[in-house]
């Protein structure tokens, strides 16, 4: 900081003291207030929202952010789970931190703004519900349904449309393993996180013949803009959803989605309140606040993501022909992505192929 200018007239002086003496007091009365600590990605927590919560209850809240799931076992892993109340997190992180008892069992009489929800996130999903106790509050998800182009479909299609011959060369897909063998499971009406050995050679196979029938594999959400243009694309597994609905439609292009009638794979986030909280009510009030209509409406709007209070502009009665699978662990990530590495490279796969 630079030195203070020589020529302060005493008022000066005065002045600055007692601005000195009243930050003071405004720092020893802050101090004095509980403070709600929140971990959770960006733009789960505006200022605004924040500042509302803090005026209503009289406390402080802090908000760390994070950006990747590394990140947030980074923070949860200090002692006492790094002194967070409340955090934001996917059911498939949930369901680790409920399995390791490190989640407080919530009080719905606190958080009446459930009512509210959309009955799917009403009932108990794996991750944030468990032995007839609520552990979490569903916030925001994205499903990842199919995106086809309404000239070449006169009906929306299903899972099977996309190994389907007629459409050789025009599918995309999105460059995941794990997802990959999820999918090709519900094409099959098969359980998608828990794949028995038997099943892999035989899901490999699908996966194969589908990726002989790709224009290419994808990996950012961009990236089947330029892609769809160029090549007259038919078909594509959304892996981002409704955010790459949006991105084709603003470049003009005449698309729909769709649910299909085997489902969709969808992550969502929720809330809840870790057990070594020492204010288990104030953070349960946060959950309950984040539930508030116009916050809800508010995030959609800035952030593109859905909310649970209300179906999002894409998933109509009409597009919404499946039902949203939520994720959840797999049985064997590192077996899914050495399958997927041969797969994806042309290896002739023995037995397989």
């Not at 980074?74 to 399995?99: I, K, Q």
């Not at 038997?198 to 790709?214: I, Y």
């Not at 959400?221 to 007259?232: A, F, G, T």
Request: net charge positive.
């Amino acid at each position: 900081m630079a030195a203070l200018p020589r020529q302060w007239r005493r008022r000066n002086w005065l002045l600055a003291a007692t601005a000195a003496s009243a930050a003071l007091v405004g720092c020893q009365a802050r101090a004095r207030q509980s403070v709600l600590r929140v971990l959770a990605w960006p733009g789960y927590a505006d200022l605004d929202w924040i500042q509302a919560f803090e005026q209503r209850h009289g406390v402080r809240v802090e908000f760390t952010i994070i950006g990747s799931d590394d990140m947030l076992r980074a923070n949860l892993s200090r002692p006492a789970h790094g002194g967070f109340d409340v955090v934001a997190a996917n059911t498939v992180e949930l369901a680790a931190l409920l399995a390791q008892g490190r989640l407080l069992a919530l009080d719905p009489g606190l958080l009446p703004l459930r009512a509210g929800q959309l009955p799917r996130f009403q009932q108990p999903i794996a991750g944030t519900a468990a032995q007839g106790r609520l552990y979490a509050v569903p916030f925001t998800y994205s499903e990842m349904g199919l995106i086809y182009d309404r000239r070449q479909f006169e009906q929306p299609p299903s899972l099977g449309t996309l190994w389907d011959r007629r459409w050789q060369g025009r599918v995309l897909f999105f460059d995941g393993s794990a997802h990959a063998f999820s999918l090709a499971a519900q094409a099959r009406g098969w359980a998608p996180f828990a794949l028995q050995p038997a099943q892999f050679p035989v899901l490999a196979r699908d996966l194969v013949q589908l990726r002989r029938n790709l224009l290419v594999l994808y990996r950012l959400p961009e990236e089947p803009v330029e892609l769809w243009v160029r090549h007259s694309v038919a078909l594509m597994h959304a892996n981002y959803g409704q955010q790459q609905l949006k991105m084709l439609r603003d470049a003009g292009l005449d698309v729909g989605y769709v649910v299909p009638r085997e489902g969709a794979l969808a992550w969502l986030d929720a809330w809840a309140v870790l057990q070594s909280t020492q204010q288990p009510q104030l953070a349960q009030q946060w959950i309950n606040h984040m539930l508030d209509p116009a916050i809800c409406a508010e995030f959609s709007r800035r952030q593109g993501l859905a909310n649970t209070l209300q179906e999002p502009a894409g998933l109509d009665a009409a597009s919404l022909r499946g039902s949203i699978v939520w994720l959840e662990p797999v049985e064997d990530e590192e077996q899914r992505q050495r399958w997927w590495r041969r797969i994806v490279a042309g290896d002739r796969l023995q037995g397989v192929a």
